[in-house]
């Protein structure tokens, strides 16, 4: 962060009109276009431009990445089960075997896009209140979602000590660790915040409820509320999906990017014992292929290895089959599958599993589930929709915390465990701590950034 507001309004900077010169003397004070003054979003329009700079860094920060990194649900899937390492970078491969530093660039990058976001939405809800009054109230409400969403990422992926600093006309506001608890406690007043202007029935209006609906159902899960959880979801459509859009020219799919054509990353596949076979499952709700196959070769991947050229199988996702692909980060899905674990949760399996199976029907070629047997074993399946149903889009490792969190499952038998594919052992990791960047604030501890590293 910066001592001023307006630099954290860079992404706007681009979506402001530029002026143009009117006399050759215009051109010894040209207005440098990197440089966004507070006077420069003092303006409905100037709101706007945060507003919309505001998604867009929250495309980077979840699956868009950006320069440096290729963002949270790529680096969160390969701390879990969801990839494994294709390249040579060593600070990846200490994510992938769950010896993590504070000092791992790529994690600091995360979460320097993700805060970069929650900020943006912040300054955009006092702007649009103040200088945009009459636009859409469910464009503030989704300024909101967007707060709410990256403080709920937060907390499922780093370890208690979570700071949420901000930055006012007066400079920056350092903000002093608090619990993943307390993390949750928050994103909940803001998803609470946004669903309280969400009054209409335009299609912004159900599109933006929906989204704020299925994020507090997912932090009250986390909050190991799962009745209230449910009853958050009510409502929301099973066909509902909240997207994060990519293109060629603006944002590419980083995970597209990443893994059908750099290579770097390759899909898990009964990782470290306990990891799903995500891979070679045969699931219609991811679809694979090896590279050098001919589903590769038809979806443009002709590349055997991955870019380490180890001898290690190079697993390729077709779910997301080309950079222009969309990725959801809130769905009805989701919505049904928190339903089905209140469900359980509340002792009644055959309605938990009615739900599952209606989930199902949507996807042609998924027979339905039989009854599991025992509390443990349906347990295991429930997690195991959920992991097929939203791979690839940041939810696992907050599932595998939960596993071990609410229902007491040792960590070595959830997250992967024993000899790690490249040499050695993994580590035993069940969050990301806290970026070394932050001993810059002076709330933080120096040298240990984590209050605790506990699931």
């Not at 696992?396 to 499952?409: A, E, M, S, T």
Request: proline content about 5%.
């Amino acid at each position: 962060m910066t001592p001023r507001l307006a630099a954290a309004l860079l992404a706007a900077a681009a979506l402001l009109p530029a002026a143009g010169c009117t006399s050759t003397g215009d051109l010894l004070s040209v207005t440098d276009p990197d440089i966004v003054n507070p006077s420069d979003v003092q303006s409905a329009a100037g709101a706007n431009a945060v507003r919309l700079g505001a998604i867009a860094r929250l495309n980077a920060a979840t699956s868009g990445g950006s320069t440096v990194s290729e963002g949270l649900f790529l680096l969160s899937g390969l701390f879990a089960d969801e990839w494994e390492n294709g390249d040579s970078f060593i600070a990846r491969q200490e994510v992938d075997q769950r010896v993590i530093t504070i000092q791992n660039n790529f994690l600091t990058d995360v979460s320097r896009l993700l805060h970069r976001s929650r900020l943006s939405a912040e300054q955009a809800t006092r702007l649009l209140r103040e200088f945009s009054p009459n636009a859409p109230a469910a464009e503030v409400a989704e300024m909101y979602f967007v707060q709410a969403y990256v403080e709920n990422a937060v907390a499922e992926h780093y370890c208690n000590g979570l700071v949420f600093s901000t930055v006012t006309e007066a400079g920056e506001q350092f903000g002093a660790p608090i619990t993943t608890t307390a993390a949750y406690e928050r994103a909940l007043a803001h998803a609470d915040s946004g669903l309280a202007l969400v009054t209409g029935s335009t299609a912004l209006d159900v599109r933006t409820r929906s989204a704020l609906r299925v994020i507090r159902g997912r932090i009250l899960l986390n909050l190991n509320r799962p009745a209230d959880a449910a009853t958050a979801v009510n409502g929301v459509a099973t066909n509902f999906r909240y997207e994060m859009l990519h293109s060629a020219t603006t944002n590419a799919n980083a995970i597209w990017s990443y893994n059908n054509l750099n290579r770097r990353y390759s899909v898990g596949n009964s990782e470290g014992t306990n990891g799903l076979n995500f891979a070679t499952a045969a699931d219609p709700r991811l679809p694979t292929c090896q590279g050098g196959d001919a589903a590769c070769r038809a979806a443009g991947v002709t590349q055997t290895r991955r870019d380490d050229s180890g001898p290690l199988r190079f697993d390729v996702q077709l779910l997301w089959p080309a950079r222009e692909t969309p990725v959801p980060i809130a769905t009805g899905i989701e919505a049904r599958m928190i339903e089905a674990e209140a469900q359980l949760r509340a002792n009644n399996p055959t309605a938990s599993l009615a739900t599952l199976n209606a989930a199902r029907t949507t996807v042609t070629g998924l027979a339905p589930l039989a009854d599991a047997g025992t509390e443990a074993a349906r347990v295991t399946q429930l997690f195991r929709e959920r992991a097929f149903w939203m791979f690839g889009t940041g939810h696992r490792v907050g599932d595998l915390r939960r596993l071990v969190r609410q229902y007491n499952r040792p960590a070595n038998t959830v997250f992967p465990t024993g000899a790690w594919n490249k040499g050695g052992a993994y580590g035993g990791d069940v969050n990301f701590p806290v970026p070394q960047a932050e001993e810059n604030n002076p709330n933080v501890p120096q040298g240990n950034t984590c209050i605790d590293r506990n699931a």
